[in-house]
């Protein structure tokens, strides 16, 4: 809706009413970040080729829709259908065979009377709200009602999501997973083959040129011609065609992907809820480093940040008292910036330490962390992993949530723990930021 000097003022709740829901106020709007690339790169394919068929689409239908018009003034030209009056409780249908018919509305009971022009005579009968049988009509007519919503709805939800298109390439579940064979693209009877067949009504446009964007590592070149590798999004431009055989070697490892990431959410979920007694589970995450930052700073401390590491590890074990499962958020905070494999071996250390002082009886410790190759997953971390007997008197496991989906309990810790700590600084409480004082206002609250 346009506004212009002529227009009416309308109220804020009609406002409300005729504003698109995908229109959104700039507070609703936030930054989206730290997400996977593979999932986001799938996703903004999905837009790219969702507003290309719809373009096409709708192109298509614009061009058939005056040779349709013309055929139909035509018919109207040729033939009028003679109709009788239509009373306030009749309702005129036309069928393909130009034959009119009125179904009267019966208020004196539940059915309905069906008069039939060009000399059918009545037939009282209970109508049926999406076909209509009679006698001397051999065919039947159905009224779909719902059809041009049902073509919306299909338009609409083409690929909604990343979810939609992967199964699309498999075959159905079965027992609410797919089977081991579809995931490893061996099935001979589904694969990324399968989204030709979706795409099929649309082969008169593989010439067609589609824009689309990437999440790719590039090279970049900074002002003074310095080249390095960057995580950039990267425009991208060429035929409907390249664009699909593109989209296919991406979903070739996507559904491994998705099951990887889905597999081992659940595996934490279940370890974590059916816990065994003297087991200890353990999830581990660096959060970035806390920068201080002061209510009315000066322009020169911009430069002069003083930063504290956070590695919260989350611990699961039974109670010693009632036996249920306790969750307990475990802080450890330092001065030192370096993020590797012997500061987490250090922070794994101090947490089994602190659980055997508080009585608690371990035969096990399972460790569940993202992959992050310098911290959690290099030869130094299952150096440490084998000695674990030798060290802590119990064996030890690692276990690594799917690729680029490793948000979890710790991720809630590292939140609230920063809010915790922005609020002295906000209101002035806090003069001087040091490690000690930092731990000190995390105790308190």
């Excluded at 910036?337 to 035969?363: C, F, M, P, R, W």
Aim: aromatic residues 10%.
């Amino acid at each position: 809706m346009e506004y212009n000097s002529e227009n009416d003022p309308i109220s804020y709740s009609k406002f409300v009413k005729l504003k698109p829901k995908t229109v959104l106020p700039m507070s609703k709007s936030k930054f989206i970040n730290c997400l996977c690339e593979y999932c986001v790169n799938i996703e903004l394919s999905i837009d790219a080729l969702r507003s290309f068929t719809s373009r096409h689409r709708q192109e298509t239908e614009n061009e058939n829709r005056p040779h349709e018009a013309t055929e139909n003034e035509n018919q109207n030209e040729n033939q009028q259908p003679a109709v009788a009056d239509v009373q306030e409780n009749e309702t005129v249908k036309d069928t393909d065979d130009e034959t009119v018919i009125i179904i009267e509305e019966n208020i004196e009971s539940d059915e309905n009377i069906i008069i039939v022009e060009n000399g059918i005579q009545e037939i009282p009968r209970t109508i049926d709200e999406n076909s209509i049988e009679h006698e001397g009509i051999e065919e039947v007519i159905n009224l779909p009602a719902n059809e041009g919503n049902d073509n919306a709805n299909n338009r609409n939800d083409f690929f909604r999501d990343k979810f939609q298109l992967s199964s699309s390439t498999s075959c159905e579940k079965d027992n609410l997973t797919y089977k081991k064979i579809c995931i490893d693209r061996k099935c001979v009877h589904c694969g990324t083959h399968k989204l030709d067949e979706k795409l099929l009504p649309f082969q008169n446009f593989f010439d067609d040129n589609i824009k689309w964007a990437s999440w790719e590592r590039t090279k970049y070149k900074n002002s003074a011609g310095k080249e390095s590798m960057r995580m950039m999004k990267v425009p991208k431009e060429g035929s409907f065609e390249s664009f699909v055989l593109k989209l296919k070697q991406k979903l070739e490892p996507f559904a491994k992907h998705l099951f990887d990431a889905k597999w081992q959410a659940q595996q934490f979920r279940n370890i974590t809820t059916t816990l065994s007694d003297k087991w200890v589970v353990f999830c581990l995450d660096f959060a970035e480093n806390f920068s201080s930052v002061w209510q009315d700073e000066a322009q020169g401390a911009h430069w002069s940040y003083d930063q504290v590491t956070i590695h919260p590890v989350v611990a699961y074990y039974r109670c010693t008292v009632c036996i249920s499962i306790v969750e307990e958020s475990i802080l450890c905070i330092s001065a030192d910036h370096t993020h590797d494999n012997h500061a987490v071996q250090h922070y794994v250390s101090t947490a089994v330490k602190h659980l055997l002082e508080k009585g608690i009886n371990i035969e096990k410790l399972v460790q569940f962390s993202d992959g992050a190759p310098t911290q959690y997953k290099g030869k130094m971390n299952f150096a440490d992993l084998s000695y674990s007997y030798e060290d802590f008197g119990f064996q030890s496991e690692k276990h690594y949530f799917g690729s680029r989906h490793g948000k979890g309990p710790c991720d809630r810790e590292i939140g609230t723990v920063k809010k915790v700590l922005s609020l002295p600084l906000k209101v002035e409480e806090l003069k001087y930021l040091t490690q000690r004082c930092f731990t000190s206002i995390v105790i308190k609250n």
